[in-house]
């Protein structure tokens, strides 16, 4: 066998002076949240409780979340994870301070998605449904938006 003879190696040096990384992103903070609907209920969407949830009333107009950061950001990069995510998509449109970073379909996967977006610099970020998600179900659910724990929602360059 290859490894036949070799002698296990447990010394580890010094712990290094600088740190062995450079964060590159962080976490953006929001400060507060308003939605179409339920706006009541929007915090839940970044509570950090898998339990909790937002979702709006079923009707296009009012499928949109706004989350106030608390201090003007440069936003690249979206992170969440939507109803139902692993057999719909959902087409989106997200808005630093009304200017468009992103539209496309949400992919359908295992849990959270990232939208990568362009990099624009804001105190505001929009998320919204553009049209009815692929669902294609027997629920009866034409437009649906709902949010499940966007903790870590907004991401900037550092």
Known sequence: MPDQ???PEF????TPLTPSFKPTR????IESASAG???????ASYDDNELSAWANDGKLTTAW???DLREESVVNE??????NFRTRTYPLRIKVDNKVVFEGETPKGLG?????????KGKTVTIELMGENSGKDDSNIGVEMGVR???????GIT
Not at 37 to 43: G, L, M, R
């Open 26 to 29: 962080r976490s953006l903070e």
């Open 37 to 43: 609907a339920n706006s009541e209920k929007a915090t």
């Open 5 to 7: 003879g070799l002698k």
């Open 65 to 67: 979340i706004r989350y």
């Open 149 to 155: 724990n966007w903790m870590t929602v907004l991401a």
């Open 11 to 14: 010394r580890r040096g010094p």
């Open 112 to 120: 959270y998605c990232n939208l990568i977006c362009k990099p624009e």
């Open 78 to 83: 979206v992170n969440l994870k939507l109803n």
